[in-house]
């Protein structure tokens, strides 16, 4: 490239004036369930998650048609669900977005407008940068002196200049000459959030814990955001053709001393606006109290589960052998009520070790699940459980239209604790059946499902038995 056109181009870059990177956005963020984004090992931007995000930009504006260069945009902002509203003061003709890259000047993109320090051979100075190619920067130092450096050794920039790659040009058309307020919309992914559950346990017969229900919010967008006002949408939105969300709505006003987000319904979903604002740096996952951590009831359940819902087109009359099996773990779980709309995440239970120390349990993930409902989390395999199922009789009556078929299972204790361990069944030979016999009554029966509450003593057996007759008509056949 020779001098002439860099020159040309650096002076087209002088005569476009910039807008500068805002504080205190205001950041709608929905929930993802993408544990990349969440992760350590993630390198760079991630195409992950969805957010809206407002902001207030100041621009200088110059009288008549001009260039206006907005830049600190996240690298991860979709082009086509941006907008800009400037008011009575100018139009926009027309909008281009300069997307980032990975190069040197791609990260300069983002810094355009914040004050720098240009080490070069000819001395060293600091200034506005205006612009900056792979040839050279354009920086404009105190005495209004524009420098264009085509050779230098390194650029010193401000901790927090680097917000984003992207970069918006707009021409526009101004009444007047000045310093005007614009309001930016735009979507972009690299954003969002999910709930982090801890359950800690407390010692003792009973099932207790301290459950602490917090946001996890990761920002993987490119840009930071420093005080940020957030509002986090629980929920399944159907975000698969990124929707355009060209609100104009107000920003969300700080609540006045509020501890808690405040909780409220969004259409089909529930939001969640945090009660101050919050630095959401690029490249991290930020915690925040989704409710006030609280001591819940809960129930430690131990359980073994043979077969599904589902019958066959006619009955199964079939005698293809036993459906055994020996020494099977047995999968502990995590239940309790839900004190408040919970929204999707991943619950980890804990419980402190004989030293004091806290030890993790086993974690699984948490549904979004309305106030009131049933919670179950299953947390791992029991060391010391198992158990075992033998057939031990089938019989078909052809005639009569009956079949009978038993079965005995075996449950094994190998701790110093009793526990109970719920056996679910699935007889599912044909739709009617009934329960002929069992060594224990079930505790729950449905059209699907036999269940049984078994007590296992500890360091001992314990056998269930049970016989299922099924029922049907010629007409069945």
Known sequence: MSRRPLCAALAALLTTPAAFAADHASLTIYHADNDALFSGNAQGPLDAGHALVHEQRTLDLQAGNHQIRIGGLPATLDPEALAIALGSHASVLGQRVVLANASANGALNGAIGR??????????????????????????????????????????????????????????????????DARLTYTTSGLGWRAAYNATLAGGSACRMQFKPEASIANRSGRDYDGA????????????????MYSMAKAPVPMAAAAMPEQASLGDYRSFTLPGAVNLPNGTVTLTPLYPVQALDCQREYVIEDGGAYFPPKPNTNDYGAQDYQDRAITSTLAFSAPDALPAG?????????????????????ADTPKGQRVSVQLGESFDLRASRERTAFHVDANAHTMTESYKITLTNGGDTTHT??????PNRWREWTV?????????QTPQLLEFEVPVPAEADATLTYTVKYTWTARDL
């Open 115 to 180: 004050q720098v320090e240009v080490q070069s051979g000819g001395g060293n100075f600091s200034g506005e940068l205006l612009g900056a190619s792979e040839n050279g920067v354009l920086v404009r130092t105190r005495d209004g002196t524009v420098h264009l450096v085509h050779d230098y050794a390194s650029m010193t920039l401000p901790s927090d200049a680097v917000s984003g790659g992207s970069a918006l040009l707009l021409d526009v058309n101004a009444k007047s000459a000045g310093s005007r």
């Open 229 to 244: 006002m957030i509002k986090l949408v629980a929920g399944q939105p159907n975000l698969g053709n990124r929707a355009r």
């Open 421 to 426: 361990v719920t056996v679910r069944e699935h």
């Open 346 to 366: 991943t619950l980890r239970a804990w419980i402190n070790d004989r030293d004091g120390a806290p030890a993790l349990l086993g974690e699984g993930s948490v």
């Open 436 to 444: 002929a016999s069992s060594s224990i009554k079930p505790s729950k």
